[in-house]
């Protein structure tokens, strides 16, 4: 079945970088757009960015360009986010989700995976 | 950015009673073909958040007919016909039209 599940989480000093990796199966990972939103504990969501099939257009939430970077290797199914610089706003529940085509709509995220947690604190 | 916001932002409900919840969006989701960019998700508790409408009144696979979206330009609601105790959480709704950008959602618990 269709399965994505992130890891590389933990907790991490302030100023430090990160990255964080979401392995996919049960699909053709290379033919889907990825997304990365985030949670802080509690709250609510916000998405971070997204990537193209090929990697060749990436996207980012205005908030929090320059410090992430989205990538993937198709030949390894998975998905990748770099996190830099990071601050102690960037405590969160980080997923990964596919971008699904339905019938000429891409705007759903969709299967999610059950995230993993980045606690930033000295 | 483009603003939703959700109404109430708690909603206790009684199992077997319909319920209802609210989204609005900042600007105009509807698009030229007649297709409205805003979608619905369910987060259980401890869980992961799961799509449950796409283009505002289309049902995503494996959700029940018990749910139905409605709604066209900046107004959008979700209703469920006859609540049960599964559909405890908090639900969000989401337009893709911009930088994507999610409500603060509508935490349903039951009575």
């Known amino acids: 079945q269709v399965q994505v599940v992130e890891s590389g989480g933990g907790v991490v000093q302030p100023g430090r970088s990160l990255r964080l990796s979401c392995a996919a199966s049960g699909f053709t990972f290379s033919l889907y757009g990825m997304h990365w939103v985030r949670q802080v504990p509690g709250k609510g969501l916000e998405w971070v960015g997204v990537i193209s099939y090929d990697g060749s257009k990436k996207y980012y939430a205005d908030s929090l360009k320059g410090r992430f970077t989205i990538s993937r290797d198709n030949s390894k199914n998975t998905l990748y986010l770099q996190i830099n610089s990071l601050r102690v706003e960037d405590t969160a529940v980080y997923y990964c989700a596919i971008a699904p085509n339905y019938s000429g709509y891409d705007g759903a995220i969709d299967y999610w995976g059950q995230g993993t947690l980045v606690t930033v604190s000295s | 950015d483009i603003v939703m916001t959700q109404s109430p932002v708690s909603l206790p409900v009684t199992p077997g009673e319909p319920a209802s919840m609210s989204c609005r969006s900042s600007q105009s989701l509807l698009q030229s073909n007649g297709d409205n960019y805003l979608n619905w998700y369910l987060q259980k508790p401890g869980q992961s958040p799961q799509l449950l409408m796409y283009?505002?009144?289309n049902r995503a696979s494996g959700v029940p007919d018990r749910f139905s979206g409605s709604g066209s330009g900046t107004n959008f609601t979700l209703k469920i016909s006859r609540v049960e105790a599964a559909d405890v959480g908090v639900y969000y709704c989401m337009q893709p039209l911009q930088t994507p950008t999610f409500g603060g959602g509508t935490k349903v618990d039951i009575k």
């Open positions: 283009l505002g009144s």
